[in-house]
């Protein structure tokens, strides 16, 4: 026959085929860098932006939600109870003042 066609097939190892083919991923067009909007000055931004509209009080979407995530980060709970001791001393103290000064006003009217 006439039409007889002899077809030739060439195999490789694996280790050859490393270095015969190349087979990283190439695209037609570079890739364009894509800038990340999430950054902190756009966060504050747009916080400033929706200060009067952000609900008070909610479990999320609320400045008491921001309090409570950014209080984690601030050991808040210990800085108020580092402060309490403070503020319990202040409230005698002017429980002290009040006492003295009625002492004062006391003194003053009986020797009028």
Do not use: W
């Amino acid at each position: 026959m006439a039409n007889d066609l002899q077809i030739q097939k060439t195999v490789f190892s694996t280790v050859d085929f490393g270095k015969v083919v190349d087979s990283t991923f190439k695209t037609f067009t570079q890739p364009v860098p894509q800038d990340d909007p999430d950054t902190p000055e756009e966060f504050f931004r747009l916080y400033e932006k929706l200060f009067y509209v952000i609900d008070i009080t909610g479990p999320t979407n609320s400045h008491e939600y921001l309090v409570t995530k950014s209080s984690e980060l601030l050991n808040f709970d210990t800085i108020t109870e580092d402060i309490q001791p403070l503020l319990d001393e202040i409230a005698q103290l002017r429980q002290e003042n009040l006492g003295l000064n009625q002492q004062i006003l006391t003194l003053e009217t009986n020797m009028i």
